[in-house]
Nanobody
């Protein structure tokens, strides 16, 4: 059974920091690209950051310069360090994992999400 479980959400004041973790089980973690997405009330789910199996990362526009994605394959864990948080970062943050199988096929999974609230 595959599980992606997020930890670390909470309430923080603007300008503060939070570090999210996503612990994966039931998958060969090192073979998966991993990512963080977020969804604010009334808005579409958007990319925050992704990190591929080789450790290369890409950031969404809102995250550049403030957030850092990383992974620890030995611990089956992905992280998102968020600094200089703004009220507009308030959202549910979701962990995502994807493995490309070739021929257009893939396996992908979502976590249940963790709430991040930034007060002004």
């Amino acid at each position: 059974q595959v599980e992606l479980v997020e930890f670390g959400g909470g309430l923080v004041q603007a300008g503060g920091s939070l570090k999210l973790s996503c612990i994966a089980s039931g998958i060969i973690f090192s073979a998966y690209g991993m990512g963080w997405y977020r969804q604010a009330p009334g808005k579409e789910r958007e990319l925050v950051a992704i990190i591929n199996a080789g450790g290369l990362s890409t950031y969404g526009s809102a995250a550049k310069g403030r957030f850092t994605i990383s992974r620890d394959n030995a611990r089956n864990t992905m992280y998102l360090e968020m600094n200089s948080l703004k009220p507009e970062d308030t959202a549910v943050y979701y962990c995502y994992g994807v493995r490309l199988l070739g021929s257009g096929k893939q396996l992908d999974y979502w976590g249940q999400g963790t709430q991040v609230t930034v007060s002004s």
